[in-house]
């Protein structure tokens, strides 16, 4: 055939090829005309080669820091190799059974995929002699690790292999948590022991259900089986307090993505630095919630256990899968480290101003402590536990764990926004198609929740910790409209009413009841709290006294009237009064007493009507207001009956004074 290579550029059709047709032969031109996007080939000989060439290794996950550097880590001397198997033998070492020589055969990695490495690792046991119980199955079975995934990774689990789980419009990840919603405070048991028996408030009015140390190793061992039994646990090494001086290093070890991604927002993500030097945990919690403990053990009354030994550092957690369990379970566990420590643990929020100024908020729900706390001309340093040391404030937590019911981007846009890709969503509904979540729909439950990292939030003050409070802020929704709507504190009236932590909510209509229902809860977080109130309130006075600190009463419930006649407190009347506190004007007014609670109230608040500030002024029915005052003030000594018993200092003058500053008939 003729060559055709003037007239085609590049290829020449030359001899004939198979079945008669001429081959095409090309060949390079010196002068390049179009650009030549051909490629080296891809070095991998398969699939699963490719696959693993799409992923380089990285470091882990963590809180953002903004502190110096760490310490040379102790394992930077030691192989890579060698360091994951030390992860391993503590992962192994702490899911150990008791009555076994050996803990599990661990490995690292997705049992759906390839492991890194396939060596399992064990590590042995001396406790009891082994040909006792015999070999196990769990024992000849690899337990795979999935340590310390990151969202990314754990979304991917979830999808998967959790039924319920989806990705919502916003990104976030929408998850069950089963058949409880809510935390479950009548199964929660301690073990009661030597130490705790004189440590730890029992008895009535306590949240501490005791139990003994033989039934916590049988809901353990059940625990432990449990988890060791399934292919794969999601194992998390975090912290709590951003105090480097008094963090706690806490391990989770559980099986479910949702729980895992649960506790990476909430407590503190390690830097790949600390992870390295880990170490062993300071506290371990075994969430095998899926699984029902035994009824017919001592103590259980429902398949539900929530079970501390503060002994042993552990927590176990049987039916149920209800995340806020850890969340609560661990500040129980800080409220019982911290005050041994001679640092106050708090249920509160805390914020801070540019120069340094720190209030801190109590208040139980429906008080307004989210809200107030929350101000965009101030730093957030945490929204619900605080620590407050010699060195100052620190939050306990690395998240923010906030209700969405009938969330709206108008009311609440911090957390609105916070709600994208890494943040959990529990047990909210969404159109099926669009994944758009409806937060006033109450299907599942009334109490949705969104679980985030703190540093979702623009004002977070990364490291969350802060100078010593000025400000302390009691706040109450008053519903029977007599507490004023706000009250400058003394030392003593600041811890009776923070050892009372009272509130008032409105009974429901369907029996035609409007009368509001007074709630006390001691110390603004009765259902953590470890030891007596009147600890906790101690060293409260003794920070403030010390730091010069003032205690303030805010009322953010009713005014002329109670509820039902009178009015709410406006919203923009109580950010002026906390304006006020803030700046240090409202120190300087003139105040004057309110009878029976002997409370002092301004005279004046700049942007705040002053027929207010005295509730008797705007009751028209001055009877009524006498008749609701007493009330209130007949309701606060009832509550208090439980304390009055309770000695504080030797000498017992601060109880005495304690209780000359509550309601005086």
């Given at each position: 055939?003729?060559?055709?290579g003037?007239?085609n550029?590049?290829?020449t059709?030359?001899?004939t090829?198979r079945?008669?047709?001429?081959?095409i032969?090309t060949?390079k031109?010196?002068?390049e005309?179009?650009?030549?996007?051909?490629?080296?080939?891809?070095?991998?000989?398969t699939?699963?080669?490719l696959?693993?060439?799409q992923?380089?290794?990285?470091?882990?996950?963590s809180?953002p820091?903004t502190a110096?550097?760490?310490?040379v880590?102790?394992?930077n001397?030691?192989?890579?190799e060698?360091r994951?198997?030390q992860?391993?033998?503590?992962?192994?070492?702490?899911?150990?059974s008791?009555?076994?020589?050996?803990?599990?055969?661990?490995?690292?990695g997705?049992p759906?995929?390839k492991?890194?490495g396939?060596?399992?690792?064990h590590v042995?046991?001396h406790?009891?002699?082994?040909?006792?119980?015999?070999l196990s199955?769990?024992a000849?079975k690899f337990t795979?690790?999935l340590?310390n995934?990151s969202?990314?990774e754990?979304?991917?689990?979830?999808i998967?292999?959790?039924?319920g789980?989806?990705?919502?419009?916003?990104?976030?990840?929408?998850?069950?948590?089963?058949a409880?919603?809510g935390?479950?405070?009548r199964d929660?048991r301690?073990?009661?022991?030597?130490?705790?028996?004189n440590e730890?408030?029992w008895g009535?009015?306590?949240?501490?259900?005791e139990?003994?140390?033989h039934?916590?190793?049988?809901?353990?061992?059940r625990?432990?089986?449990?988890?060791?039994?399934?292919d794969?646990?999601?194992?998390?090494d975090?912290?709590?307090?951003?105090?480097?001086?008094?963090?706690?290093k806490?391990?989770?070890v559980?099986?479910?993505?949702?729980?895992?991604?649960?506790?990476?927002?909430?407590?503190?993500?390690p830097?790949?630095?600390?992870?390295?030097?880990?170490?062993?945990?300071d506290?371990?919690?075994?969430?095998a919630?899926?699984?029902?403990?035994?009824r017919y053990?001592?103590?259980?009354t429902?398949?539900t256990?929530?079970?501390?030994?503060?002994?042993?550092?552990?927590m176990?957690?049987?039916?149920?899968?209800?995340?806020?369990e850890?969340k609560?379970g661990?500040?129980?566990?800080?409220h019982?480290?911290?005050?041994?420590?001679?640092?106050?643990?708090?249920?509160?929020g805390?914020?801070m101003?540019?120069?340094?100024?720190v209030?801190?908020?109590?208040?139980?729900?429906?008080?307004?402590?989210?809200?107030l706390?929350?101000?965009?001309?101030?730093y957030?340093?945490?929204?619900?536990e605080?620590?407050?040391?010699?060195?100052?404030v620190?939050?306990?937590?690395?998240?923010c764990?906030?209700?969405?019911?009938?969330?709206?981007?108008?009311?609440?846009?911090d957390?609105?926004?916070?709600?994208?890709f890494?943040?959990?969503?529990?047990n909210?509904?969404?159109?099926e198609?669009?994944?758009?979540v409806d937060y006033?729909?109450?299907s599942?439950?009334?109490?949705?929740?969104?679980?985030?990292p703190i540093?979702y939030?623009?004002n977070?003050k990364i490291?969350?910790?802060?100078?010593?409070p000025?400000?302390?802020?009691?706040?109450?929704?008053?519903?029977?409209?007599v507490?004023?709507?706000?009250?400058?504190?003394?030392?003593a009236?600041t811890?009776y009413?923070f050892?009372?932590?009272y509130t008032?909510?409105?009974?429901?209509?369907e029996d035609?009841?409007?009368?509001?229902?007074?709630?006390?809860?001691?110390?603004?977080?009765?259902?953590?709290?470890?030891?007596?109130?009147?600890?906790?309130?101690?060293?409260?006075?003794?920070?403030m006294?010390?730091?010069?600190a003032?205690?303030?009463l805010?009322?953010?419930?009713?005014?002329?009237?109670?509820?039902?006649t009178?009015?709410?407190?406006?919203?923009?009347?109580?950010?002026?009064?906390i304006?006020a506190?803030?700046?240090g004007?409202?120190?300087?007014?003139?105040?004057?007493?309110?009878?029976?609670f002997?409370?002092?109230i301004?005279?004046?608040?700049?942007?705040?009507?002053a027929?207010i500030?005295?509730?008797?002024?705007?009751?028209?029915?001055?009877?009524?207001y006498?008749d609701?005052?007493?009330?209130l003030?007949g309701?606060?000594?009832?509550?208090?009956?439980?304390?009055?018993?309770?000695?504080i200092?030797?000498?017992?003058?601060?109880?005495?004074?304690i209780?000359?500053?509550?309601?005086n008939?």
């Open positions: 055939m003729a060559n055709n003037g007239e550029g590049n290829f059709f030359a001899q090829g079945q008669g047709l001429p081959k032969q060949r031109e010196t002068t005309v179009c650009h030549d996007d051909t490629a080296t080939p891809v070095k991998a000989k699939m699963d080669e696959h693993s060439l992923k380089k290794r990285s470091s882990q996950p809180t820091h110096t550097g760490q310490q880590s102790a394992f001397a030691i192989s890579e060698d994951q198997k992860q391993l033998q503590s992962i192994s070492a702490s899911l150990a008791l009555t076994r020589e050996t803990g599990p055969k661990v490995v690292r997705d759906a995929g492991a890194d396939r060596k399992a690792v042995e046991h406790l009891y002699d082994s040909s006792l119980f015999g199955d769990s000849l795979h690790i340590y995934l969202p990314a754990l979304y991917e689990q979830a998967k292999y959790e039924k789980s989806f990705i919502t419009e916003s990104g976030a990840l929408a998850t069950l948590s089963g409880k919603t935390r479950s405070p929660k301690v073990v009661k022991d030597e130490e705790t028996e730890l408030w009535k009015g306590s949240p501490n259900i139990m003994d140390e039934t916590f190793l049988v809901n353990r061992e625990a432990v089986d449990y988890l060791n039994s399934l794969k646990v999601f194992v998390n975090q912290f709590l307090n951003w105090d480097p001086e008094h963090r706690i806490v391990r989770i559980s099986a479910r993505a949702y729980h895992s991604l649960f506790m990476h927002n909430m407590c503190i993500r830097t790949p630095e600390e992870l390295e030097n880990f170490g062993t945990p506290f371990t919690i075994y969430n919630g899926q699984f029902p403990c035994n053990t001592h103590y259980m429902s398949s256990s929530i079970d501390l030994n503060l002994a042993r550092r552990e176990v957690i049987l039916g149920t899968q209800y995340a806020g850890m609560k661990l500040f129980s566990v800080m019982y480290l911290m005050p041994k420590r001679g640092i106050l643990s708090l249920h509160s805390c914020n101003a540019q120069d340094g100024d209030a801190l908020f109590f208040g139980l729900s429906g008080t307004g402590k989210t809200t706390s929350t101000d965009h001309n101030r957030l340093i945490g929204d619900d605080h620590c407050w040391s010699n060195n100052g620190s939050n306990i937590e690395g998240g764990y906030a209700k969405c019911i009938d969330l709206s981007k108008d009311k609440e846009p957390i609105w926004n916070a709600i994208k890494g943040t959990v969503l529990e909210v509904v969404f159109d198609h669009t994944r758009e006033s729909e109450k599942v439950t009334e109490n949705t929740r969104a679980a985030y540093e939030i623009p977070a490291p969350c910790v802060g100078p010593h000025k400000n302390v802020i009691l706040l109450a929704c008053d519903a029977f409209g507490l004023p709507p706000v009250s400058k504190l003394s030392l009236q811890m009413h050892i009372s932590g008032a909510l409105v009974a429901g209509t035609g009841i409007n009368e509001p229902q007074a709630t006390f809860s001691a110390c603004f977080g009765a259902a953590f709290i470890m030891m007596h109130p009147t600890r906790y309130a101690a060293m409260l006075a003794e920070k006294q010390k730091h010069g003032t205690g303030w805010v009322n953010t419930g009713w005014s002329a009237g109670r509820y039902g009178g009015n709410r407190i406006k919203l923009a009347h109580t950010r002026k009064i304006d506190i803030h700046s004007t409202l120190l300087n007014e003139n105040y004057t007493k309110t009878e029976v002997g409370l002092e301004p005279t004046k608040i700049e942007g705040v009507p027929e500030l005295d509730p008797i002024n705007t009751w028209s029915d001055k009877k009524a006498k609701s005052l007493l009330k003030g309701l606060f000594k009832k509550n208090f009956e439980v304390f009055v018993n309770h000695k200092g030797k000498d017992n003058k601060l109880t005495e004074e209780l000359a500053a509550g309601p008939f």
